[in-house]
């Protein structure tokens, strides 16, 4: 095997407010006239470097050929921004990659879909953003519409499309790339539950049987685990751990923030804030089977927001297994409008089946079936403490739910 | 294959080879634009006509007619027309490229490609525009029996070339600097709007004397409809002084705009 990404000292830079604040010409131009000098100052270098943040910093790894590399971190670890520079949208402020191939790249589905054109048309519109030559979907366009499962609407405008059947579409383009390096986000958290499987059983293939190289980022544990044989872990932009995924992914479950060290995060897309998520704040937190569990969530917006579904995961610590997820949207068909200013979105379970044992809290906030803005099924872990049920404590050992059932015997 | 990627790459290096390789995307965004643009209007090419041949009419009665402006012995709405067509070629164009950053956010923040793609296939969807209009200019020339004259054909093309490099140069810097600041997108209508008065469209460059008129010619249009008119209508020589100082001037902001879009396009993804 040879190497085929080799990743040096790589290290990104941002000016804090680069972002956040759009820059006016006026102002900048105001700012020249009034105090040229200290603008020389900035241009040269000299003055302060007031808001400056590395996103990545040191970082160093080897990737071999065939190899399918998982990339794991909490939101703001420098994932993305590792994708972004690995596949060439932004350039890295220090250091330097070789890359030993074609590269293709999977930040999202249906990037470049346009919703007057129809399926056939933005099949090819997106099969050439994404890098495919012409000839090369023409040659894959009938497996594309095949995998994708929408024939009878191909010469429909994808306005008129379902989600569902906008993402399929889109993945399914998506799916028939073929570089010899795959970069992909996470890419798997939109659909219903059966293509989703499709997708992961699609994206196996392409690691195992044509021997691509895959770099793979996912807050799915779970998938994490079954794709990859290798896995790096990310935090605070640096390289915190590489090896055997099992590991990797044990030391990431272990490290993660316990509910009563929240940190707040920022949805850049909505322009909202979740400054808080609290467990049974009556309680002081304390969890228990069988007793009510509320979850409340605060978020501040910056304007109103329309339309987001707010999910809540609940996946267990050793398997990554979901034992229960419900979103506002999806599953209580409820349109949850966030306000301007402070808002908080309350989840009330009344009977909380789980038993005793460590569970991951996970959080997302979507758009019904088109995306997620924000998704991350490991956010927090939480304890539930024992209790006694019957004539023993409810620990995970004999299950991880506990169904309301009754038993009888007839003789 | 072996890819390297930098901090600093040669920004001032032309990638012909890598432009080659995108040519698919190149024809897919452009067909896209053409599509979604005649898709989405209810009389679809027709719009093309119709803007140019409007303002041709409300030109004619009002600066023609009422205002008496002068044009050189030429039918006002010939005249006008004339001018109207590179100009719309000009003008829509060069909104159109300041504004294909922003509007191309999704890709450009999502996927790698050169970026000089974008703003060209804007120009080249503006095109197919331009070559409907003029039909309307060759139906004038029949009605009001004007020929071009042999140099006056050779020269369009050229004319064409010029129009076309002159936004490009222009729309890059715009562009370029509408990722940043995002009150250039205010600007702009603006300053096309005061551009359209300092350019000869609505009158000839006969007004300004001699002497001077090259001055003119800072402005690249200046230099290019005032040769087509001498050169389509067939009624004077062109006025090549002027002309040539256009051309060097259209070279001067190609060279300024691409300069500064190859500095920061990199980092359009970090800022935009």
């Known amino acids: 095997m040879s190497t085929i990404i080799e990743v040096n000292n790589l290290g990104k830079k941002y000016n804090i407010g680069e972002k956040e604040n759009y820059l006016a010409m006026r102002d900048v131009l105001m700012n020249i006239i009034r105090s040229p000098f200290s603008w020389l100052k900035s241009k040269v270098g000299i003055g302060g470097h007031s808001g400056e943040f590395w996103a990545l910093k040191d970082v160093n790894f080897t990737v071999e050929q065939g190899e399918v590399l998982g990339i794991i971190g909490r939101n703001g670890a420098g994932k993305s921004t590792l994708l972004k520079i690995l596949s060439r949208i932004t350039p890295p402020t220090t250091g330097e990659i070789k890359l030993r191939g074609r590269v293709g790249s ?72 073929e570089p010899e390096i795959l970069i992909i986000d996470e890419v798997l958290a939109v659909g219903d539950a059966e293509f989703q499987k499709k997708c992961l059983g699609k994206m196996e293939d392409v690691a195992k049987k044509d021997g691509r190289t895959v770099l793979f980022v996912s807050h799915n544990m779970g998938a994490v685990k079954k794709l990859c044989g290798r896995s790096i872990l990310l935090e605070g932009g640096m390289v915190k ?41 009556e309680s002081g937190g304390a969890i228990s089977p069988f007793k009510p569990l509320k979850i409340d969530i605060e978020i501040e917006a910056e304007h109103d927001v329309e339309q987001v579904g707010v999910e809540i995961i609940f996946s267990h610590e050793d398997t990554s297994g979901v034992v229960f997820r419900t979103n506002t949207k999806t599953i209580k068909n409820m349109d949850i409008q966030i306000k301007k200013g402070k808002n908080r979105v309350t989840c009330l379970i009344d009977n909380f089946n789980l038993c005793s044992g460590r569970y991951l809290l996970g959080f997302g906030l979507s758009l019904f079936m088109i995306k997620y803005y924000y998704y991350n099924l490991a956010l927090l872990n939480f304890d539930v403490s024992e209790s006694m049920i019957g004539a023993l404590p409810t620990s995970a050992i004999y299950s991880h739910v506990y169904l309301d059932h009754s038993w009888s015997i007839a003789n | 294959m072996e890819l390297i990627i930098k901090p600093k790459n040669k920004w001032w290096q032309f990638d012909w080879r890598e432009i080659w390789l995108f040519r698919d995307l190149f024809y897919f965004l452009t067909w896209r634009d053409v599509k979604v643009k005649y898709k989405q209007t209810a009389i679809g090419a027709a719009w093309a006509v119709f803007q140019p041949f409007i303002t041709m009419i409300v030109f004619t009665v009002f600066f023609g007619k009422l205002a008496k402006m002068p044009s050189d012995g030429i039918p006002y709405p010939i005249f006008v027309y004339t001018g109207l067509v590179f100009w719309t070629l000009f003008s829509t164009s060069l909104s159109q490229v300041s504004n294909t950053f922003l509007e191309n956010e999704r890709i450009v923040t999502k996927v790698y490609f050169p970026r000089i793609i974008l703003p060209v296939s804007s120009i080249i969807t503006n095109i ?12 004038m020339m029949v009605y009001y029996h004007y020929m071009p004259s042999l140099a006056g054909l050779l020269i369009i093309p050229v004319l064409i070339l010029m129009t076309i490099f002159s936004t490009l140069g222009i729309g890059l810097l715009f562009s370029s600097l509408n990722v940043k600041y995002r009150d250039v997108r205010f600007i702009l209508p603006f300053f ?29 249009m200046s230099g290019v409809i005032d040769a087509a008119r001498a050169g389509i209508l067939g009624t004077r020589g062109i006025d090549w002084l002027l002309l040539g100082v ?20 990199r980092y359009f993804a970090d800022v935009i």
């Not at chain 1, 850049?268 to 467990?279: A, G, N, P, R, S």
């Open chain 2, 192 to 220: 096309i709007q005061i551009l359209l008065f300092i350019t000869p469209v609505i009158y000839p460059v006969s007004i300004v004397s001699e002497k001077y008129r090259w001055i003119l010619g800072l402005n690249p």
């Open chain 2, 246 to 265: 256009s051309a060097i001037c259209m070279i001067f902001y190609c060279l300024i705009g691409y300069f500064y879009f190859k500095k920061v396009e």
């Open chain 1, 106 to 177: 999977l930040l999202e589905v249906g990037t470049g879909f346009h919703p007057e054109l129809t399926g056939r048309e933005n099949v090819y519109l997106n099969g050439a953003i994404l890098g495919m030559r012409k000839k090369e979907i023409e040659k894959k366009f009938d497996n594309i519409v095949e995998f994708s499962g929408i024939e009878k609407f191909l010469d429909t405008p994808v306005k008129r499309y379902s989600s569902g059947m906008y993402v399929r579409l889109a993945f399914a383009v998506a799916a028939h790339l």
């Open chain 2, 128 to 139: 197919v525009d331009f070559l409907i209009a003029s039909v309307i200019l060759v139906v």
């Open chain 1, 241 to 281: 751990m590489e090896g055997e995924t099992g590991v990797v992914v044990d030391q990431y479950t272990n490290g993660m923030a316990s509910q009563n060290t929240f940190i707040p995060f920022k949805v850049k897309e909505l322009d909202v804030l979740v400054t808080k998520i609290i467990l049974n704040e």
